[in-house]
Antibody, heavy 126, light 106 residues
């Protein structure tokens, strides 16, 4: 069974930093691009970052570009999100999400969100 | 960024009804579209990808169709467990974006 477990959420002051982690089991981690998707209270989901299977290519939504950094440790089947310069509008549940399985160079064809964690809540407030 | 617009915002239907709702993209995304179901307090769940491919384990009463800018999700014979909010999402190009959702009520 595929399992994704996020951790690291909590209350952060505006301008502060937070690091989220996600441990993944039940799939061949290196066959999957990984993503962070967040959902603000009462809103729809928002994709915020993607990392390639090897970890050498990353993409970000404009809303977090320059403030958030995604990384992965394939040996530990883990995904991370370093969040800096946090704002009130970053308050959300943050989900660790896999793409579809990709074993060739056409991973953009599998860029849907297949496996989701349960989410970790980040609240930015003074 | 490509904008995704879903309609209607809410659907009220009875058990056994056939329900269809739509998703429109601001430019062609070919078939690079996925549908998700979300229940309150839970993570979204993938239902359909590539516009019409049913994810493993998803009941066959769910189906998707469309190409380019117009897409639809149909639930044949609505069941009580189908209540929730349904989101479309494109993955044609970065940034990938979701629609605002359609809430299904019974």
């Amino acid at each position: 069974e595929v399992h994704l477990m996020e951790s690291g959420g909590g209350l952060v002051q505006p301008g502060g930093s937070r690091r989220l982690s996600c441990t993944v089991s039940g799939l061949t981690f290196t066959n999957y691009e990984m993503n962070w998707v967040r959902q603000a209270p009462g809103k729809g989901p928002e994709w915020i970052s993607n990392i390639s299977r090897s970890g050498d290519v990353t993409h970000y939504a404009d809303s977090v570009k320059g403030r958030f950094t995604v990384s992965r440790d394939n040996a530990k089947t883990s995904l991370f999100l370093q969040m800096n310069s946090l704002r009130a509008e970053d308050t959300a549940v943050y989900y660790c999400v896999s793409g579809g399985e990709c074993t060739n160079d056409m991973c953009h064809h599998a860029a849907y969100f297949q496996h989701w964690g349960q989410g970790t809540e980040v609240t930015v407030s003074s | 960024d490509i904008q995704m617009t879903q309609s209607p915002s809410t659907v009220s239907a009875s058990v056994g009804d056939r329900v269809t709702f739509t998703c429109r993209a601001s430019q062609s995304i070919y078939t690079w579209l996925a549908w998700y179901q979300q229940k309150p307090g839970k993570a979204p769940k993938l239902l359909i990808y590539k516009a019409s491919t049913l994810e493993s384990g998803v009941p066959s009463r769910f189906s998707g169709s469309g190409f380019g800018t117009e897409f639809s999700l149909t639930i044949d014979s609505l069941q009580p467990d189908d209540i929730g909010t349904y989101y479309c999402q494109h993955y044609y190009s970065y940034s990938w974006t979701f629609g605002q959702g359609t809430k299904v009520e019974i």
